[in-house]
């Protein structure tokens, strides 16, 4: 039993160690407001809400609208809270053409929104609410947890084997005195 405590204990100790704490249910959802189709070189005003698990509005600091135009350069543009708690507006400004965009959530990680496509003059079609999580597993973590689980299987099958032959052996000892 004793193996088994200390092989749990290593193995708990390394998950903690390996993956950061930070990130223990550290993630959020950003939904878009209707918003009216942007025109290249003009500014649009980007409404959207936070909610930490997808639920719960939450008031972050460093919240901002980040696009990487056709052209490669990436701008950045910070949000301010507007209304109610965890709703945001940015005045972005997008190149001509394909751009793709995210919504920089404070501390929690970025939320990719996608490709869009921006013309001179206003597309037919204003881009849609987009959900999605941007919470990740840490890789140390998604791989580790497999070894660790046939770790402490193994560590538990060595103690049910050792327990099994102190038994044996203990009763032999008392049958032949």
Aim: charged share 15%.
């Amino acid at each position: 039993m004793r193996k088994l405590l200390v092989g749990l204990g290593l193995v708990v100790t390394l998950l903690a160690i390996l993956s950061p704490s930070a990130l223990a249910g550290g993630w959020a959802v950003s939904t878009l407001d209707p918003m009216d189709p942007p025109v290249a070189g003009q500014d649009t005003e980007v409404g959207f809400t936070i909610r930490q698990h997808g639920v719960t509005p939450v008031e972050l600091e460093n919240v901002a609208v980040a696009i990487t135009g056709p052209s490669g350069a990436i701008a950045v543009f910070d949000a301010q809270q507007d209304g109610t708690t965890g709703h945001y507006v940015a005045t972005v400004v997008f190149e001509e053409g394909q751009s793709t965009w995210e919504i920089r959530q404070g501390w929690f990680e970025a939320q990719q929104l996608g490709v869009i496509d921006v013309g001179m003059t206003a597309a037919p079609e204003a881009p849609v609410a987009v959900e999605s999580s941007s919470y990740r597993w840490p890789s140390a973590a998604r791989a580790l947890l497999p070894v660790a689980a046939i770790v402490l299987a193994g560590v538990a099958i060595a103690d049910a084997v050792s327990s099994r032959r102190r038994q044996r052996s203990a009763s032999q000892q008392s049958a032949s005195q």
